[in-house]
């Protein structure tokens, strides 16, 4: 080694020197003049000499520019204050090469002479300085990789979601990032005091079991080692997962890392994945209830009903098995006028008082469309109740705006002695109950035997309306309609007969046969050709004397009926403005522009046309304004109202006002009493028809008809 401590050669010298090259910081002497007396091999290495090349040399050459003071000041300091140390100093050295690197210097005086010099050499009297210079380059990259691992720390602790708190053994806040402050709401005032108190008040006040809480904070201060997991409900609905662990230095337990985080998002999914499986079972009890529920009423259907019924029969002992089996009456015209929702409605009505007549019975049940069966067994009164069915369906109900009157046919079968099987009990309903529509609806039957020769007779019935017309069995009666005002018969409607074997068959049964075959369109015209020929005479006396005509909605629907019948007046000299065609207000229901087309076709050569029956339908009186009419003829039912003729009928002064104000004329049907045809003068109802003036005659009678209509009419005034 050759190094400035090598000038002694003594042993204990020669070691010293060792030790001293061995140093691993840089030593140098420093006398009072600033020049450096020695130098140790650190020095030489630190500073880039060779180690001969330091002695005698300033010291301030190797100090960068702005610590060249330094040492000199350490210097006087040790001098003046020897008792004080003086703490070590930051300085930058300047190596040989020109570059400055950071270091750290101390010193400490040598007194009196410096270590034996041995050599020839001279060395400065006085105290040395021993500096002692240390790089400090190493620590300055270790601090850089400090700074950048706490600030990734840092920025790992504030970008995570979850919210973490620090806590010492001692119960001091020891660390926590933003998340934990947002996440209970706590101001980072709170955490800078010096107790956890206030901390953990906060956080308790908003847990929603806090007992279990804080035993869980016990538990865990007892065993400073253990880890938790648990699931913590604040009051405010969320949900935080909260999980802990001892913080360690080495293996020491320093305190506890907790961290919390907010699942309540997750939570609200699982909780609706939940109630999404809840729900689907719902909707299966509710699918396989459907199996025995009608959906639309709630009632049971026709597969519940059928095993009743068999079960009921396979029971001895039951003294009484009775089937109501009923259908609404024109349920068709609700669906086709108020729409398939006032059907629906209307449908759940009936079904709410059904079940409300029928509260012991066995099933009630909806077997499709408009049709319902009501099944009792031991019922002491099928009749009884049948009866209140019947009424209690007539109540009027308000659907969608609209005030109606359900009405229904109910067919009742019971099992009687000859204990027959189901379905043919159920025929049996269904004969009386098409009994009951046929006998005029809004009524029940019992079923008869003789129903079913009535059954029998009415599919027989078609084959003999088939040949009515050729076999002349069908006439023309003719009934006046007069004019009060006036004082005459203004008019005839013509009406069809048929009369066969001896006996008359009623127009409410072969009219709707005939327009379910289409025999209709022949029997029509039979009878339209069969009026105009008989009336031409009475027509022609008088241009402002009509001839009504009905008309079903099925002979519209041929292209050519305009056409045929004013090829037919024609043919009878009898003027298209003579004639009144009456159609019901069914004929309107999905009129297609054909039917208004044979309607206008005779309209615009002059004839007219009535609608009848009005007021039976669901129509409206809003409606009227919107049909190709010229008169209403208000329906019986509503003549038949006026008793005394002292009775307040708003419903009769409305529709024949509103027809007035829409330019219709107005004819009242059913007139019988002289009370009515005056309670319909006083609300100046255009024209009057009736058995008051005459019951419907045959041609050869028509001055029959005439005389006993004016007749009334001179009655009529004579009265007033
Ligand atoms: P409608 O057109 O309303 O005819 C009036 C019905 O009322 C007739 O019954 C008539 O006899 C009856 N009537 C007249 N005055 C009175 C009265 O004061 N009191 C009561 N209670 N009834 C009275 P009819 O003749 O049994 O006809 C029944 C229905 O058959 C007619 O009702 C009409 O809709 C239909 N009809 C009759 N002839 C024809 C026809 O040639 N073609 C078509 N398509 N339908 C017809
Ligand atoms: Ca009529
Ligand atoms: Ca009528």
Known sequence: MTDVWSHSK???????GLILDASPDALLAIAADGSISLANAAAARLFGYASENLAGRDHRALLAEGFRGEVTQLFSQLRTLPGEPPTPREIFGLHSDGTEFPAEAAGSLIAGEPVAAGSGDAMPAGPLLLLSVRGTSHRQAADANLREAMSLLTATLESTADGILVMSREGRVAGFNDQFLTMWGISPELLKGDSEEPVLR????????????????DELAANPSAESHDVLDLKDGRTLE???????????????????????PRRKAQEQAHQAMLDLAAQAEKLRAMAFQDPLTGLANRAVFTDALAAALQEPRLKTVDVLLLDLDDFKEVNDILGHQAGDDMLVEVARRLRGCAPTADVVARLGGDEFVV??????????????????????????????????????ASLGRDRVGASELLRQADISMYAAKAAGKNRFLRFHPDMMTALVQRTNMESGLQLAVARDQISVDFQPIVSHRMGQVVMFEALARWDRDGGRVPPS????????TGLINEIGAEVMAMGMVQLAQWLSEDPSRSLAVNVS???????????????????SGVAPYQLVLEVTESVFFDADCGLIKQLSTLRDAGARVALDDFGTGYSSLGRLQDLPVDTVKIDKTFISMVHTGEERLPILSAMINMAH????????????TVAQADYLSALECDSLQGYLFSLPQPGRRLHHALQHAEDALAALKKLR
């Open 10 to 16: 003594s042993p204990a010298a020669q070691t010293f």
């Open 202 to 217: 906060l956080v308790v006040a908003q847990v929603a079991d806090q007992a279990a809480f804080l035993a869980r904070l």
């Open 242 to 264: 909260r999980y802990s662990r001892p913080q360690r230095v080495g293996e020491k337990i320093v305190g506890r890392v907790w961290s919390f985080r907010d699942v309540s």
């Open 375 to 412: 099944l009792l067994t031991a019922c002491p009164d099928a009749d009884a109740i049948a009866q209140c069915i019947v009424r209690c369906l007539h109540v009027p109900v308000t659907i969608q705006g609209t005030v109606l009157r359900p009405s229904l046919s109910l067919g009742l």
């Open 509 to 516: 049964v072969f009219i709707p046969l005939a327009e379910r």
């Open 553 to 571: 909605g099925v002979q519209l629907q041929d292209p050519l009926f305009a056409q045929t019948v004013l090829r037919l007046a024609e043919a």
């Open 661 to 672: 104000s829409l330019g219709l004329t107005v004819t009242a049907e059913g007139v019988e």
